[in-house]
């Protein structure tokens, strides 16, 4: 079992920046490649970035690439994604992910999903 709890959501202007966080409880976080997706209303669920189990290896979805960055702290158990330079269209919930399979997750399937939280970019 890996709980995964996101915080750092909110209501931000174009332009600007959040940090979201994703805190993994149990001792097999490190094991794992964690993932960020992220779901509009009324659209399906897109993936957004991830990270391999040890950090060395980053993807992300084409339209947030050079504006977003994951990133993770394996003895805090917990993973980042910094979104600057935020777009009315990266309103969404955005939840993280986590699973032993890097191809797995970069595509959805995921073994664990936190609950999500908001991100709202206002024009």
């Known amino acids: 079992q890996v709980p995964l709890v996101e915080s750092g959501g909110g209501l931000v202007q174009a332009g600007g920046s959040l940090r979201l966080s994703c805190a993994a409880s149990?001792?097999?976080?490190?094991?794992?490649?964690m993932g960020w997706f992220r779901q509009a209303p009324g659209k399906e669920r897109q993936f957004v970035a991830a990270?391999?189990?040890?950090?060395?290896?980053?993807y992300y979805q084409d339209s947030v690439r050079g504006r977003f960055t994951i990133s993770r702290d394996n003895a805090k158990n917990t993973v980042y994604l910094q979104m600057n330079s935020l777009k009315p269209e990266d309103t969404a919930v955005y939840s993280c992910?986590?699973?032993?399979?890097?191809?797995?997750?970069?595509?959805?399937?995921?073994?664990?999903w936190g609950q999500g939280t908001q991100v709202t970019v206002s024009s």
């Open positions: 992910a986590a699973d032993l399979n890097a191809v797995k997750l970069r595509f959805g399937v995921a073994g664990y």
């Open positions: 149990g001792r097999t976080f490190s094991s794992y490649d």
């Open positions: 990270i391999s189990w040890n950090g060395g290896d980053t």
